[in-house]
């Protein structure tokens, strides 16, 4: 039977604006619910925990019971995810170095986003805050029950450029991986910034050295792209399954919060806006499922990005539809660690 690799990585987050909702809807029972069905086909998800919020959630859990609890059931899930073989790493979103939480809602406003790069930090800054985050991460896996080796990334909104000011930090982690690069796509403006036009929309994984997306064969190290499909965005069929979806529960996530603010600085948008969409459980729709199928016959290479808290029941249908497919045609390989670069 043909090997295919289709990894399923998720941004393990809340939403990053105004107001960030809460975990249980917009972390916990969203992640419970896709994990079911990744064990029920035996795949490994991996999850990239944003530990800026870790981090700070750490500062007020001691004057706040409901914030004690929430991280004492985000550490109960992330440890039952190792157990059950799946992956956790860090993803930092430096603008919670600003967010203000609001105890009596037990949320977070994060609609100061002035830091919402890394790059927008002193050195001084983004050392400590990288520290803090992976602190706060190590914390939190601090009683499994097995060595677990944190040594791959995801940058916050894909800004990972420039590398060069990752480079102490991976170093002084021993983060040899990353999972950042979004094939073709460009963004420039108030929160995004990044520049992954000369990677491939369906590049496979490859190393790389001082420049994040110029390969090199014996790269330091690895990078592992977000995979994306040929999609029209104004065909009309779309454009109405997505509008009738959003307007029922079963078509709708159940977060509750705002996402971050972007504003772009060009008028016009990029041709990978107009052209491709990531591949993503979230904007996986009945409509797509046959885009999908075709992709993957057509690779041998496929990554998701997901955020859990953008995640309806409709899609986790669809996955599910997509998932009993590929199986029957094919065996699938979604351990990262297996795959030779």
Known sequence: ???????????????????????????????????????????????????????????????????????????IQLESLIEQGHYIYPH??????????????????????????????????????????????????????RHYKIDAYRAGGWCIQPFEIFVPLFDKHNITTDFSVLGEAEKEGNTLSYDFKNISSNATPYRFDSEINIKSKEGKYKEFPIS?????????VNKVINKILWKIPYGRNKGNGIGAAFKSFKNTPSLYDVSKEMISIELLTINKLNTYNRYLEANNYMQFISHPKMISQHNLDVLSRFLKKANAKYKIESDWRKIII
Not at 228 to 236: E, H, P, Q, V
């Open 228 to 236: 994306s499909i040929s999609i029209d965005k104004n065909k009309f």
């Open 1 to 75: 039977m043909e090997v295919k690799q289709i990894l399923f990585t998720f941004d393990y987050e809340l939403f990053l604006g105004a107001k960030s909702g809460s975990v249980e809807n917009g972390m916990l029972t969203p992640t419970k619910n896709v994990v079911a069905i990744l064990n029920r086909n035996n795949l490994k998800g991996i999850f990239f925990v944003d530990c800026s919020y870790l981090f700070r959630l750490e500062n007020v859990i001691e004057s706040n019971e409901n914030a004690k609890n929430d991280y004492q059931n985000i550490k």
């Open 92 to 145: 930092i979103h430096p603008h919670w170095i600003d967010a203000k939480y609001i105890s009596s809602l037990n949320e977070w406003n994060l609609s100061n986003n002035s830091k919402y790069r890394i790059n927008s930090l002193s050195i001084e800054e983004r050392q400590d805050h990288f520290d803090n985050a992976m602190n706060a991460l190590n914390n939190i896996l601090s009683n499994t029950k």
